[in-house]
C-alpha cells in the first residue's frame, strides 16, 4: 500500500497561523507537568501496563558514536581513564574506570529534547522569556521535568511500511494523512497520553548506504503533520530521524516541527533513534502499540539529555 507524500512549501504567514492553532489547541498543564506530558495521566500509565503480552524488551537507541562522519562532526568523546598503562592488575582490587562527553543535540545519536530546547521569537514554551536560557544554565522548562521519567503506551506507525519501501529518501516529508493512513494499514489507533513513534527508515538507510549531512536531506514531518499528534492528544513525539525534514518546508524557519511542537506545543521530542529492532517486533507480534519506558539523565538545569528509550511487548 503506498501513501502520496507531501512536499508542498508553507509561506511564513501560513506557518504562523499553524503555529498559533496548534499554540492555543495544547494543554496548559501544572507547574510541575507542563505541556504535552500533562496528557499521561496516572490512569493511563497503569493501562499502558496492559500492553505487555510476552515480556519482550527492545532498546530504541542506537549505539553513541565516538568517530566523526558526515552526521557527527562532532561525535561523543570517549576513553579509558583506568587501568592506567602499565597498571599491574594481577594482585590485588583495580577498577576500569571511563569517561564520556557529548554534544547531545547531534544529528547522530539518540537524544531528548527538554521544552528549553527551542526559543522562538523570544520565547520558550509558554511565553517563558528565552533569556532564562543563559551561557550557565537553562534556568525554567529544563530536563528536571522529566527527572521521574516518562513512562506510557507507544505507538509505532512504519511510514515506509505503508509506501512498500525500505526507507524514505531524504527530504521527503511526511504528512498527517499519511499518518491516518498508516493507523489504518496496521491496524493500531493513536490516542491521548501515547508517545507516538514516528519511523522514516532513517537509520536503515544510513546502515545501507552510509552517513550523509542530514542538515541538507532528511525525511521527517511536514509542519501541517503536526496536527495529528495535536488532535489525537499526544504526549511525546520521537523518530528515528529528526522529526523535521530538510529542506525546512517554511523558508527562513530551519526547524519548524522542533517550533511547533516543543514550543507551541509543550511536546517532549525525542530524535534519532533506532526503531528497526522495535519495527521488526512489532511486526512479528501483529501489533503496534507497547508499554514504553524512557529515562533520561538526572541533569537538572539541561536542554537535553542522551536517553535509551525501552519497549515492552
Do not use: K
Request: glycine residues 10%; aromatic residues 6%.
Amino acid at each position: 500500500m503506498t501513501a502520496s507524500p507531501t512536499s508542498h512549501p508553507m509561506s511564513e504567514t501560513d506557518f504562523r497561523e499553524l503555529y498559533r492553532e496548534l499554540r492555543e489547541q495544547g494543554p496548559s498543564g501544572t507547574d510541575d507537568r507542563p505541556g504535552a506530558l500533562a496528557r499521561l495521566t496516572p490512569e493511563l500509565v497503569m493501562a499502558a501496563v496492559g500492553e505487555v503480552r510476552s515480556g519482550r524488551t527492545v532498546s530504541l537507541a542506537a549505539d553513541i558514536e565516538s568517530v566523526p562522519g558526515p552526521d557527527n562532526p562532532d561525535p561523543a568523546s570517549y576513553r579509558m581513564i583506568a587501568p592506567t598503562a602499565g597498571e599491574d592488575t594481577a594482585h590485588g582490587l583495580h577498577f576500569a574506570r571511563d569517561r564520556f562527553a557529548m554534544n547531545v543535540h547531534g544529528d547522530a545519536d539518540s537524544h531528548l529534547d527538554a521544552l528549553c530546547h527551542v526559543m522562538f521569537d523570544g520565547e520558550l514554551y509558554g511565553s517563558v522569556p528565552a533569556g532564562s536560557v543563559t551561557p550557565e544554565h537553562a534556568g525554567a522548562l529544563t530536563l528536571d521535568l522529566v527527572r521521574d521519567g516518562i513512562v506510557g503506551r507507544g505507538v509505532l506507525l512504519d511510514i515506509p511500511r505503508l509506501r512498500d519501501v525500505p526507507w524514505l529518501d531524504p527530504g521527503t516529508q511526511v504528512s498527517a494523512e499519511d499518518l491516518e493512513a498508516a493507523e489504518g494499514y496496521q491496524g493500531v489507533a493513536v490516542g491521548p497520553g501515547d508517545l507516538l513513534f514516528v519511523r522514516v527508515g532513517h537509520r536503515r538507510r544510513r546502515r545501507s548506504l552510509g552517513p550523509w549531512d542530514p542538515a541538507r536531506a532528511r525525511a521527517g514531518l511536514h509542519p501541517r503533520a503536526m496536527r495529528f499528534p495535536a488532535g489525537r492528544g499526544v504526549a511525546v513525539l520521537g523518530s528515528d530521524g529528526n522529526n523535521d525534514a530538510a529542506p525546512s518546508a517554511v523558508p527562513g524557519i530551519d526547524y519548524p516541527v522542533h517550533v511547533l511542537a516543543v514550543q507551541a506545543m509543550g511536546m517532549h521530542l525525542l530524535d534519532y533513534l533506532d526503531l528497526e529492532e522495535l519495527t521488526e517486533a512489532c511486526a512479528q507480534a501483529g501489533r503496534w502499540s507497547f508499554l514504553c519506558v524512557v529515562a533520561p539523565l538526572r541533569l537538572p538545569s539541561a536542554t537535553g539529555s542522551p536517553v535509551n528509550p525501552v519497549a515492552v511487548l
